[in-house]
Nanobody, 116 residues
Framework: QVQLVESGGGLVQAGGSLRLSCAAS????????MGWYRQAPEKQRELVAT???????DYADSVKGRFTISRDNAKNTVYLQMNNLKPEDTAVYYCSSYVASMGRSWGQGTQVTVSS
């Protein structure tokens, strides 16, 4: 499995920005898909954004135009730039990787809290 460590969460006012980072324990060059998910209290975990190894991206409708996912293969890191944050973005954000031969891995999560 791939070890993933998220960072960058915190408390921010509505309209503010945060950048989350996800550092992987191995090269991400060949990882098929990396993504960010989030889970709010008493809600199911939901997809936020994904990026493939050829940099194709996909976003949940609720974050399109506000969030940007990117990857730096040289640093084995995936980022989630979050702008114009809203209180409904409050959740624990999890990094995930998927490799066809290894399956899916998850990080421990980082808390994002947006105050109104």
């Amino acid at each position: 499995q791939v070890q993933l460590v998220e960072s960058g969460g915190g408390l921010v006012q509505a309209g503010g920005s945060l950048r989350l980072s996800c550092a992987a324990s191995r090269s991400i060059f060949s990882i098929n898909v990396m993504g960010w998910y989030r889970q709010a209290p008493e809600k199911q975990r939901e997809l936020v954004a994904t990026i493939t190894n050829v940099r194709t991206t996909d976003y949940a409708d609720s974050v399109k135009g506000r969030f940007t996912i990117s990857r730096d293969n040289a640093k084995n890191t995936v980022y989630l730039q979050m702008n114009n944050l809203k209180p409904e973005d409050t959740a624990v954000y999890y990094c995930s990787s998927y490799v066809a031969s290894m399956g899916r891995s998850w990080g421990q999560g980082t808390q994002v809290t947006v105050s109104s």
